[in-house]
């Protein structure tokens, strides 16, 4: 399967999200006023000249519904040396990120309001990332409503696309019957290699939510995978 046959869009029926009308608080506001227009990348339908973009040369990771930022924030303050361009559709997020941007004084963190299907298309080349993080996308529990889900064989293929020989794709869910899923689909991509014999152990990076604390207590799993460019 070659890069270049996925440069045009695909075809897309059905979205992954919903947008839902969510209230600003003063201070996500605040942020979006003030640091929006140095951290916020209005979509552009050409690809994003990464160095110019960041400041610098360095390794970029994707993340991808990034909800309110709590962990995007711990992951770009632990990793310094690494850029991240973090996508998100709901503006309450957006805003309560560009706030943890402002009070961390995070540097290495670049936001885009967008479908991220879109943005994978055009505003990033093939082999341009380094990594992807997809964290507890939307399980979309019913079964009328699995074609929904965000990890199905066209996107993974884009992504892997996306993705430089080397770099990684960490997904992480906590409903068993989405696991299984991405685990399947994530397998059958010809570009892609698990790290594991199935699930990986959770990596360093990948900071341990509030939620995800007190479901473990309760026993409930979370599953992640990290596969490999080849």
Not at 22 to 40: D, E, H, I, N, S
Not at 111 to 131: F, I, K, N, T
Not at 188 to 193: I, R, S, V
Request: charged fraction near 20%; glycine fraction near 8%; hydrophobic fraction near 40%.
């Amino acid at each position: 399967m070659s890069e270049a046959s996925h440069d045009g869009p695909p075809r897309r029926p059905v979205r992954s999200f919903v947008l839902r009308a969510g209230r600003m608080g003063p201070g996500q506001q605040r942020a979006l006023q003030t640091l929006g227009p140095r951290y916020l990348l209005p979509f552009q339908p050409q690809p994003l000249d990464l160095p110019s973009t960041f400041g610098r040369e360095a390794p970029t990771v994707l993340e991808i519904g990034f909800g309110m930022g709590d962990a995007t924030a711990q992951i770009a303050a632990a990793l310094p040396q690494t850029d991240f361009l973090a996508v998100e559709v709901h503006a309450p997020g957006v805003g309560a990120l560009l706030k943890r941007i402002g009070e961390q004084g995070l540097t290495n963190l670049r936001l885009v309001q967008h479908d991220a299907v879109e943005v994978l298309q055009h505003m990033l080349a093939p082999a341009a990332l380094a990594g992807v993080h997809i964290y507890f996308p939307d399980p979309w529990h019913k079964k009328r409503h699995h074609k929904r889900r965000l990890l199905q064989p066209a996107f993974v293929a884009l992504l892997a696309s996306r993705l430089a020989p080397g770099a990684y794709l960490h997904c992480a869910t906590d409903w068993q019957p989405y696991a299984e899923q991405m685990l399947q689909v994530l397998s059958a991509e010809p570009l892609l290699l698990n790290t594991a014999q199935a699930y990986a152990p959770r990596p360093p990076w990948r900071p341990q939510t509030k939620f995800e604390t007190r479901g473990l207590k309760l026993g409930h799993g979370v599953w992640d995978l990290l596969f490999r460019r080849r």
